[in-house]
Structures are given as structure tokens and as C-alpha cells.
């Protein structure tokens, strides 16, 4: 099955800088990779997602890159703001297929005002 | 607004008890998922259900069982419950017609065994 490693597993981060969460990934038909964000308490959201027919996809501060050949993706967050504090998790779906993610362990970013 | 329900929300029991874990949802949405969440460990995939039919285990499967009552309902059991079941456990859907890709979480419930 599917693994994916994700890191770091903390980040802190001053207000405005930029924050970079890495993940890899090992079944090469994986074909979907979201990023969901779990704030204290509440519920994982998805925040942004990308196919692997695409290399990059922005959506205001945060992007995510993909690299297929190397298997793996990350997610960039410019301009950082305290809310932004969070847990943040990497997915791929699994085989290839549209139903099943693999998620990785998750990164807890804080940033400091 | 449409929306995942999970009830309770937050439980404790005993060891060796039985319990269940309840989702409802109001997406109109036919996949249907249960995770746990440990700290450091992510979400691991307990069940997923297509439809009323069809479930399927995931990862890590062994001492949970599950119910699809319903297109809008899934259920989680635990039928012996012990300590290492100890988590947050959520359950999640999708929706085939619309890709299928994008997973919606409910509120989540979190348990605890003693």
C-alpha cells in the first residue's frame, strides 16, 4: 500500500515569514495529493489539492509543488499569520484511486507573533 | 448548511465494553469513511462504505466494526472496547459525482477507555 512521510513534524515560524511542509510518497500511481488543515479542536478542511497532471497550484498565500519523478510535494505558506497555527496534513490517494487517501502524520506549525 | 454529524461527542467507557460511534450526513454524499487520529500518527483509515452494500476495511480494521444503515448513516463499533482504543476517531464522506476526491470530515468524537 501507499506510504507517505511528512516533515518536519513541528515548524515554528515568525509572523510573515514563510513556512515549507514536505511530503513524499512511495505508490507511483498516486494521482491525487490534498493538503488538509486541522486547527486546535475542530475538524480536518481541506485547504488545497493538486492532480498529478499539474506541477504547481496556488490559491493566494499557500501553493503546493509536486514532483512526480521524485515523488514528492509540499506546501508553501507565504506571509505567515497567527492564524495559520496549526496542525497541517499531507494525503495521496492510494493507488491511483478517487476513494482512499493515505494520509501522513502531520506537521504542528506555529506562528509567533 | 449541509454537513457531518458525528454523536457523541465525546465518550468514556470501560474496557470490555461495547460502544458505538454514530455519523449522519446531509451531503447527499455515497462514500462514507471512519478514521482514528493518535497524536504523531495522522489519520489511519478504520472502514470506508461506497453504499449500504458495500464496506470494506482499511488499515487498521481489527476490533471495529461498522454499520451503513443508510445512504446518511454509518456507524462505528467497538465491541470489546480496550485502553489502546483510547483516540479521536472521525468519520469523513465524498461524493462519487463530483469526482470523488475531496473528503469532508465531521466535528469528530473523542474517546476514552479506562
Known amino acids: 500500500g501507499e506510504n507517505v512521510e511528512q516533515h518536519p513534524s513541528t515548524l515554528s515560524v515568525q509572523e510573515g515569514d514563510s513556512a515549507v511542509i514536505k511530503c513524499t510518497y512511495s505508490?507511483?500511481?498516486?494521482?491525487?495529493f490534498p493538503w488538509y488543515k486541522q486547527e486546535l479542536g475542530k475538524r480536518p478542511q481541506l485547504i488545497i489539492d493538486i492532480r498529478s497532471n499539474v506541477g504547481e497550484k496556488k490559491d493566494q498565500r499557500i501553493a503546493v509543488t509536486l514532483n512526480k519523478t521524485a515523488k514528492h510535494f509540499s506546501l508553501h505558506i507565504t506571509e505567515t499569520q497567527p492564524e495559520d497555527s496549526a496542525v497541517y496534513f499531507c494525503?495521496?490517494?492510494?493507488?491511483?484511486?478517487?476513494?482512499?487517501?493515505?494520509f501522513g502524520k502531520g506537521t504542528l506549525l506555529t506562528v509567533n507573533p | 448548511d449541509a454537513d457531518v454529524t458525528q454523536t457523541p461527542r465525546n465518550r468514556i467507557t470501560k474496557t470490555g465494553k461495547r460502544i458505538m460511534l454514530e455519523c449522519s450526513q446531509t451531503k447527499g454524499h455515497d462514500r462514507m469513511y471512519w478514521y482514528r487520529q493518535d497524536p504523531g500518527l495522522g489519520l489511519r483509515l478504520i472502514y470506508y462504505s461506497f453504499d449500504v452494500k458495500d464496506i470494506n476495511k482499511g488499515e487498521i480494521s481489527d476490533g471495529y466494526s461498522v454499520s451503513r444503515q443508510a445512504q446518511a448513516k454509518f456507524s462505528l463499533s467497538l465491541e470489546s472496547a480496550i485502553p489502546n482504543q483510547t483516540a479521536l476517531y472521525f468519520c469523513?464522506?465524498?461524493?462519487?459525482?463530483?469526482?470523488?476526491?475531496?473528503?469532508?470530515f465531521g466535528p469528530g468524537t473523542r474517546l476514552t477507555v479506562t
Open positions: 505508490d507511483s500511481a498516486s494521482n491525487y
Open positions: 494525503a495521496a490517494s492510494e493507488g491511483g484511486s478517487n476513494y482512499k487517501l493515505t
Open positions: 469523513a464522506t465524498s461524493d462519487l459525482g463530483t469526482g470523488g476526491y475531496e473528503q469532508y
